[in-house]
Nanobody
Framework: QVQLVESGGGLVQAGGSLRLSCAASGRTFSRYATGWFRQAPGKEREFVAVINWSGGSTFYADSVKARFTISRDNAKNMVYLQMNSLKPEDTAVYYC?????????????????WGQGTQVTVSS
């Protein structure tokens, strides 16, 4: 069993930066691929980024590529999402999710565990 808790959301102006954190419990978390998703009001939850268990492989949605960076520290059971050059369209609730597999996936149905989400609001 894995529990995930996100933090680091907030209000930022367009062009600014935020770093989201995902704290995980569970001694096997270091073997889980972990992703970030987001959901804007009235929209479906969408994939943002994913990282494999070792941190050696990542994949990003086209909309965030070159602006966001996902990373992890398995010694601390943490996964991060560094978000730069934020845009108003990045406004959403951001969720951390983990799947008990080494393979990267972009479908939310592929993930076994979810956090409660953290709000990110980007003002223009």
């Amino acid at each position: 069993q894995v529990q995930l808790v996100e933090s680091g959301g907030g209000l930022v102006q367009a062009g600014g930066s935020l770093r989201l954190s995902c704290a995980a419990s569970g001694r096997t978390f270091s073997r889980y691929a972990t992703g970030w998703f987001r959901q804007a009001p009235g929209k479906e939850r969408e994939f943002v980024a994913v990282i494999n268990w070792s941190g050696g492989s990542t994949f990003y949605a086209d909309s965030v590529k070159a602006r966001f960076t996902i990373s992890r520290d398995n010694a601390k059971n943490m996964v991060y999402l560094q978000m730069n050059s934020l845009k108003p369209e990045d406004t959403a609730v951001y969720y951390c999710a983990a799947r008990n597999s080494e393979f990267l996936r972009t479908s939310r149905q592929a993930y076994d565990y979810w956090g409660q989400g953290t709000q990110v609001t980007v003002s223009s």
